[in-house]
């Protein structure tokens, strides 16, 4: 694609970071919101008033949608469980697709959605917030450029209040708007892909693959909460046994604070252990803490200025778009699927109260 503007089109706004992705198309100098669709218009409501959408972009039919809007790539934001089924609905229309984490439901899930993109020759990118974050960024320069040698463990804790505590743009939600939600919300129903370790653990683990880079996973064991009248789990610990040695993975709704407002107590964010020292990335801080051969004591270092296009999803995806690049790291189908085995061994070893082999 090299034409001078892109007409990007959101479909289905289940998962509230639809909100974030449209306003960071609208902001981008070479992109043009031409629909929105979902079958609820009320989800829509709050992009159509903060983007100023007009009346005849907004659709409630998504074949109708692509259609009108001829969109040159598609941001999509379903349930978790819904991503295979709206990736093979819309891979035929050849268009690029930005899907919102996780990946998928399963791994079973993820290889449909690999081959529906590969028999259409569509571009598929799987957005992980966290990737966006200075702090991350920042860890992941310092890990390739050898300071604490190789990484040889991930330990990672990540969540917050809960997915009904704010909508797009870190909105808050008050306390009984998230009780009068909760029982009908798919983040809280098993079919639609709830709970915590569906929701971060493809974070942890996913990250974990970039800054582990070729550590090859052994086994897993997970182990889950069991909250009183809900059927999805509100925390997790999962310990994988990579080749490297032992990494951890706990993922929590239920924090005292939101890690964007105020860090809790565990930090939200990433610790590595190299062969030559040490590096805790925490999310949203402005400096990260870094132990090498020459500073044993450690330091704080402060996180780089993180410039276009790796701010947002949006400026990357486009990026490669316009200069034909292929899609790496943590948002490449290949590394996501890595993960997504991973978070479906947990999820079994968790129910079967077992270790899972790989």
Same mark, same amino acid.
């Given at each position: 694609?090299?034409?001078?503007? #892109?007409?990007?089109?959101?479909?289905?706004?289940?998962?509230?970071?639809?909100?974030?992705? =449209? $306003?960071?198309?609208?902001?981008?100098?070479?992109?043009?919101?031409?629909?929105?669709?979902?079958?609820?218009?009320?989800?829509?409501?709050?992009?159509?008033?903060?983007?100023?959408?007009?009346?005849?972009?907004? #659709?409630? @039919?998504?074949?109708?949608?692509?259609?009108?809007?001829?969109?040159?790539?598609?941001?999509?934001?379903?349930?978790?469980?819904?991503?295979?089924?709206?990736?093979?609905?819309?891979?035929?229309?050849?268009?690029?697709?930005?899907?919102?984490?996780?990946?998928?439901?399963?791994?079973? @899930?993820?290889?449909?959605?690999?081959?529906? !993109?590969?028999?259409?020759?569509?571009?598929?990118?799987?957005?992980?917030?966290?990737?966006?974050?200075?702090?991350? $960024?920042?860890?992941?320069?310092?890990?390739?450029?050898?300071?604490?040698?190789?990484?040889?463990?991930?330990?990672?804790? @990540?969540?917050?209040?809960?997915?009904?505590?704010?909508?797009?743009?870190?909105?808050?939600?008050?306390?009984?708007?998230?009780?009068?939600?909760?029982?009908?919300?798919?983040?809280?129903?098993?079919?639609?892909?709830?709970?915590?370790?569906?929701?971060?653990?493809?974070?942890?683990?996913?990250?974990?693959?970039? #800054?582990?880079?070729?550590?090859?996973?052994?086994?897993?064991?997970?182990?889950?909460?069991?909250?009183?009248?809900?059927?999805?789990?509100?925390?997790?610990?999962?310990?994988? $046994?990579? @080749?490297?040695? =032992?990494?951890? #993975?706990?993922?929590?709704?239920?924090?005292?604070?939101?890690?964007?407002?105020?860090?809790?107590?565990?930090? !939200?964010?990433?610790?590595?252990?190299?062969?030559?020292?040490?590096?805790?990335?925490?999310?949203?801080?402005?400096?990260?803490?870094?132990?090498?051969?020459?500073?044993?004591?450690?330091?704080?270092?402060?996180?780089?200025?993180? =410039?276009?296009?790796?701010?947002?999803?949006?400026?990357?995806?486009?990026?490669?778009?316009?200069?034909?690049?292929?899609?790496?790291?943590?948002?490449?189908?290949?590394?996501?699927?890595?993960?997504?085995?991973?978070?479906?061994?947990? $999820?079994?070893?968790?129910?079967?109260?077992?270790?899972?082999?790989?």
């Amino acid at each position: 694609m090299s034409s001078a503007r #892109f007409r990007v089109a959101g479909i289905s706004f289940e998962h509230m970071h639809m909100g974030d992705n =449209l $306003r960071w198309a609208a902001s981008h100098p070479t992109c043009e919101i031409v629909g929105i669709c979902d079958h609820h218009r009320e989800r829509m409501s709050d992009a159509i008033s903060d983007l100023a959408i007009a009346g005849d972009k907004v #659709f409630t @039919d998504w074949q109708h949608c692509i259609d009108s809007s001829r969109p040159d790539w598609l941001i999509l934001c379903p349930s978790t469980a819904d991503h295979c089924l709206w990736v093979e609905r819309l891979a035929p229309f050849g268009l690029p697709i930005l899907l919102e984490k996780p990946m998928a439901s399963s791994l079973a @899930d993820a290889d449909r959605m690999i081959a529906a !993109c590969k028999l259409h020759d569509v571009i598929l990118g799987i957005n992980w917030p966290l990737v966006w974050v200075p702090s991350h $960024r920042t860890a992941k320069r310092i890990v390739d450029e050898g300071r604490i040698g190789r990484v040889i463990e991930v330990h990672y804790y @990540d969540g917050n209040r809960g997915p009904l505590w704010h909508t797009a743009g870190k909105r808050e939600i008050s306390a009984n708007e998230v009780q009068r939600q909760k029982p009908e919300s798919w983040f809280y129903k098993r079919s639609a892909g709830g709970g915590s370790l569906l929701d971060y653990l493809g974070y942890g683990v996913t990250l974990g693959a970039w #800054f582990l880079e070729n550590a090859r996973p052994l086994e897993v064991t997970a182990v889950v909460d069991q909250p009183e009248q809900l059927e999805v789990d509100e925390h997790s610990i999962v310990v994988v $046994r990579y @080749d490297v040695g =032992l990494s951890k #993975f706990e993922t929590r709704w239920g924090t005292f604070t939101d890690p964007w407002v105020h860090q809790p107590q565990p930090k !939200c964010g990433f610790v590595l252990v190299g062969t030559e020292g040490t590096i805790s990335s925490f999310d949203y801080e402005s400096t990260i803490r870094v132990q090498d051969l020459a500073h044993p004591a450690g330091y704080n270092h402060p996180v780089d200025q993180v =410039l276009p296009p790796y701010q947002n999803p949006v400026q990357y995806f486009v990026d490669c778009l316009q200069h034909g690049k292929k899609i790496d790291g943590p948002l490449s189908p290949s590394m996501s699927r890595a993960g997504q085995q991973l978070v479906d061994a947990a $999820r079994q070893s968790a129910e079967s109260k077992r270790t899972i082999s790989l």
